[in-house]
């Protein structure tokens, strides 16, 4: 899924390394597909984690690549920060840096989980409250939020987000991340769809990222505009 990939870039050759010195290097692959999976499986008897390094030109970064997405996750992680220090609601904070959307506010009451090829896959369910009692929100993983499906009283369904649009969960108090592997009965959670970047959002890219790429017969709806980010100046750094 490294955007690059999808638009037909050959990665070859990488090489994978980690902090014990531990190697992995693919000088050929028949296709990103099968590289991933060689490398998945290197990184797992690594431990899980391992730095990567390839080749790409200058021309491949500027067209090819999502541009500053480490400013946006600073800017973002600034604004849930600077809320908690003036006593506002770092919710509020995440929807307007992100030009994001609440789908619901509520309680975990129910978590399918299981390892499989390097992937949790799995389920859970929310319960609402506040301004989303009565409402029940089904979250399908595989590592990562891949569709949100909202449950009404009348057991009616429709699905309010997908990927490649970032299904966020949160402390609903705290603005904290929570991962799929974190999340346990009984959290209080806010549900964020946040906007993708429209590089992940062509016909190319949604063979890869869409519903539809993991075997849902749903089509992607963007769930809002996409704001380019700027990226973060010294200036703004030093001054927060």
Not at 162 to 188: C, F
Not at 225 to 230: E, S, T
Request: hydrophobic share 40%.
């Amino acid at each position: 899924m490294f955007v690059p990939a999808m638009y037909r870039k050959d990665l070859s050759p990488v090489c994978l390394v980690n902090e014990r010195g531990r190697r992995a290097a693919i000088l050929q692959a028949q296709s990103p597909k099968d590289m991933e999976n060689v490398l998945r499986h290197a990184a797992i008897q690594m431990g899980g984690k391992g730095g990567m390094t390839l080749g790409i030109t200058k021309e491949e970064l500027m067209t090819k690549t999502v541009w500053y997405s480490l400013s946006r996750a600073y800017r973002l992680g600034h604004a849930v920060m600077d809320a908690r220090r003036k006593g506002l609601n770092p919710i509020q904070a995440i929807l307007r840096t992100e030009n994001g959307k609440l789908l619901l506010n509520g309680k975990v009451c129910d978590v399918k989980l299981k390892t499989e090829g390097g992937f949790d896959k799995g389920t859970l369910v929310i319960e609402g409250f506040g301004d989303f009692v009565n409402q029940t929100l089904m979250i399908d993983f595989q590592n990562e939020n891949l569709i949100a499906t909202l449950i009404t009283e009348d057991g009616k369904t429709k699905v309010l987000a997908t990927v490649p649009d970032l299904i966020a969960m949160v402390d609903s108090s705290s603005g904290e991340p929570i991962l799929t592997e974190q999340v346990k009965i009984g959290d209080r959670v806010a549900v964020l769809a946040l906007a993708s970047p429209p590089l992940l959002r062509s016909q190319t890219a949604l063979q890869v990222v869409g519903p539809q790429a993991f075997g849902y017969d749903i089509p992607f709806t963007p769930v809002a505009d996409y704001h380019a980010n700027n990226p973060i100046s010294l200036k703004f750094t030093t001054n927060q």
